[in-house]
C-alpha cells in the first residue's frame, strides 16, 4: 500500500514537471455592455509544444465572474479545465496613467519642499536684521551719511523678503491645490487597479506545436449604460434633428483600449428562470385605494387629465435618417447595437458618452397655450412613427435654435405613435386673460343666487410666420348637487364637461390678433359661499 502511494506521488510530481506555464499578455479586444453587467473578449497569441500547458491570464477584474468564463482557440486542442485564483500586485504592473500621476505627486513634493526651505531661509535672516538693530556695536559712531545708507540697505532687504516671502505664498498655495488634485485622482486610479486581483488559469492539451490565437470571455458587474438624446429645432418648417447618444458607466477596474463595442438591451443580473405564480387572492378593504389589473395598489389622480396631446391625422412625409455609428441587430432575447469604430472606454468614475447616430425626424409644429396657468404659449413638436427608429427609453436634452430649453422624458412603453416634444415658452406669442363682467344677482322671495363670469382672452402672432396654436381654458365643474353651472358663451370651443376644459384650435397668420370669450354663471343657495380648488 505504502509502495503504491509512493508511486502516485511520483506520478503527479512527473505531471508537474511536465506542465508548462505560460503567462499570456492578452489585449481586450470585445467589449459587450449590458443594462447592467458587460461581457468582455480578451485576445492573445501564442506558440505552444506539444504537451500539457497551463495558460495564466493575469490581473484581470476582482469581480470577474467565473461561472461565466468561456475559452476558444483558432487551432485544435483539448481544454482539460479552467479555473480562477487570486492575483498579486506589484508596483511593475501599474498602468501608465497611474505612474505619471506617482510621478507628479514625487515632483509636486519636491517642489512645495524647496519652497518651505525658502521660506525658512527668508524667516530667518528676517529676524537676524530685526534682532541686530544696533549697529556696530554700543561703542560704535557713525555720521549721517553712514546711518542712512545702512537704514536704506535694512528697509530695501525687509521689502525684498516680503515680497519673496508673498511670491513663495502665491506658488506654495498654487502647488499644493495642485497636490490635492492628483492625490484624489490618484486615490481613485488606485482603487480602480485595486480590483484587479483575478486570474485565469486554463489548462490545454495540445497535440502539435504550432501558433494559437486565444479569445478569453468573461462577465464583470460595475458596467451599465442608458440612452440620452440631443433634440434640435431651428426652423418650423425642418425637422427635428435627434442624436442618439450612449453613457457609459464603467468601473470594472480594467481599461478598454481600441474595443469592438457593442451595447446590448439584455439585463444577465435578472436571472433566466420563468418566476413561480402563486395564488391571487382578493378580499375586502376598506381603504380608498383601486385594485387595478395587475394586482397594484393606486390611487386615482385626475388632476392631469388635460395634460395629453391628441394625435392629429395628418400627412407627413415618410422620416429620413442616417445610422452612420453603429448596426442594430436583434438576437433571441434582446437588441444589440454594434458601433463601427473602436472605442477607448476608460475605467472611471465618469461616464464616457458615445455618439451613436444623428435622426431626422420630420413633425408637425404647433404651439399650446393655458392662460388660466401660465401666461406664456409653449411651442411643441409632434414627431409620428417615431418606434420604427427602435429607439430606447431615455432623457431628452431640448434645444431651440441651440438654445438649451429643458428636459422630457422619451417613453418607449406608451403606445401612441406620436412623440411629443415641448420646446419651450415663446414670447412671440402673446395671450392675455382678463375679466371683463363679474355680477352677482340674488331673488328678493327665493333662495337662490347666481354668480356670473367673463372672460376675454385675446391671442397675438407676433412672429413672421404663421403658426397653428391649441388654446385651452376652463369652467369649474360643480361637485355638489346644489351648486349649478350655466355656461352662456364659448366662442365656438369644444368643451368636455367631466373636466371642464375647452379647446380652441386656431390659425393664425403673422401679426393677426384673435379673442375668445367664455361667459358662464354659478347659481348656489344665497345662505352659502362658495369656493374653487
Not at 5 to 18: E, G, R, T
Not at 133 to 153: D, H, P, T, Y
Request: proline share 4%.
Amino acid at each position: 500500500m505504502k509502495n503504491l502511494f509512493l508511486l502516485a506521488l511520483l506520478f503527479c510530481a512527473s505531471l508537474s514537471l511536465a506542465q508548462e506555464n505560460f503567462e499570456v499578455n492578452s489585449k481586450i479586444d470585445k467589449a459587450t455592455v449590458f443594462l447592467n453587467g458587460a461581457q468582455v473578449t480578451r485576445s492573445a497569441t501564442l506558440t505552444l509544444a506539444a504537451g500539457n500547458h497551463n495558460l495564466v491570464f493575469p490581473y484581470l477584474p476582482q469581480e470577474l465572474q467565473a461561472n461565466s468564463v468561456q475559452f476558444k482557440s483558432d487551432k485544435q486542442l483539448a481544454i482539460i479545465s479552467i479555473s480562477t485564483r487570486n492575483n498579486f500586485l506589484s508596483e511593475e504592473n501599474l498602468p501608465e496613467r497611474l505612474v505619471k500621476l506617482q510621478d507628479r505627486l514625487e515632483e509636486l513634493s519636491r517642489e512645495l519642499q524647496l519652497i518651505s526651505a525658502g521660506e525658512e531661509s527668508l524667516t530667518a535672516e528676517q529676524n537676524m536684521i530685526l534682532a541686530n538693530q544696533k549697529i556696530g556695536g554700543e561703542q560704535a559712531v557713525l555720521n549721517v551719511q553712514q546711518l542712512s545708507q545702512v537704514a536704506s540697505f535694512f528697509s530695501r532687504r525687509i521689502k525684498e523678503i516680503k515680497l519673496e516671502l508673498i511670491e513663495l505664498a502665491g506658488k506654495k498655495k498654487k502647488l499644493s491645490e495642485e497636490r490635492n488634485r492628483v492625490q484624489r485622482q490618484l486615490q481613485e486610479e488606485r482603487q480602480a487597479f485595486n480590483k484587479l486581483t483575478s486570474q485565469v488559469w486554463v489548462n490545454v492539451e495540445v497535440p502539435r506545436t504550432t501558433n494559437f490565437r486565444f479569445d478569453l470571455t468573461y462577465q464583470v458587474s460595475s458596467v451599465s449604460w442608458y440612452s440620452t438624446y440631443d433634440a434640435r429645432v431651428n426652423e418650423l418648417d425642418q425637422p427635428v434633428e435627434l442624436t442618439h447618444k450612449a453613457v457609459i458607466n464603467q468601473q470594472s477596474g480594467e481599461d478598454w483600449n481600441d474595443v469592438d463595442l457593442t451595447l446590448a438591451t439584455g439585463n444577465p443580473t435578472q436571472g433566466a428562470q420563468v418566476p413561480y405564480m402563486n395564488p391571487w387572492y382578493v378580499n375586502f378593504n376598506n381603504s380608498e385605494y383601486y385594485l387595478d389589473i395587475r394586482g397594484s395598489r393606486g390611487s386615482v389622480d385626475t388632476r392631469n387629465a388635460n395634460v395629453a396631446f391628441e394625435a392629429d391625422a395628418v400627412q407627413i412625409a415618410e422620416p429620413g435618417a442616417t445610422y452612420p455609428q453603429f448596426n442594430v441587430s436583434q438576437n433571441l432575447t434582446q437588441q444589440e447595437y454594434t458601433v463601427n469604430r473602436r472605442q477607448n472606454i476608460a475605467s472611471s468614475t465618469s461616464p464616457a458618452t458615445v455618439v451613436l447616430r444623428e435622426l431626422q425626424l420630420p413633425a408637425k409644429y404647433e404651439y399650446h397655450a393655458k392662460p388660466r396657468l401660465d401666461k406664456d404659449a409653449f411651442l411643441i413638436a409632434k414627431v409620428y412613427n417615431w418606434e420604427q427608429f427602435d429607439l430606447l427609453p431615455g432623457e431628452v436634452s431640448l434645444f431651440n435654435n441651440n438654445t438649451y430649453v429643458g428636459k422630457a422624458a422619451l417613453n418607449t412603453a406608451n403606445p401612441d405613435d406620436t412623440l411629443q416634444l415641448s420646446l419651450g415658452r415663446d414670447q412671440n406669442v402673446v395671450v392675455e386673460r382678463t375679466r371683463i363682467y363679474s355680477k352677482q344677482e340674488k331673488s328678493l322671495f327665493g333662495t337662490k343666487k347666481t354668480d356670473n363670469y367673463t372672460w376675454k382672452i385675446e391671442v397675438r402672432n407676433t412672429k413672421k410666420s404663421s403658426i397653428n396654436l391649441v388654446l385651452r381654458d376652463q369652467i369649474p365643474v360643480s361637485q355638489n348637487e346644489d351648486i349649478e353651472v350655466k355656461v352662456n358663451e364659448l366662442s365656438g370651443g369644444k368643451l368636455e364637461p367631466k373636466s371642464g376644459i375647452i379647446k380652441w384650435r386656431l390659425s393664425l397668420p403673422p401679426s393677426e390678433k384673435k379673442t375668445q370669450v367664455i361667459s358662464y354663471q354659478i347659481t348656489y343657495p344665497k345662505n352659502q359661499s362658495i369656493y374653487f380648488q
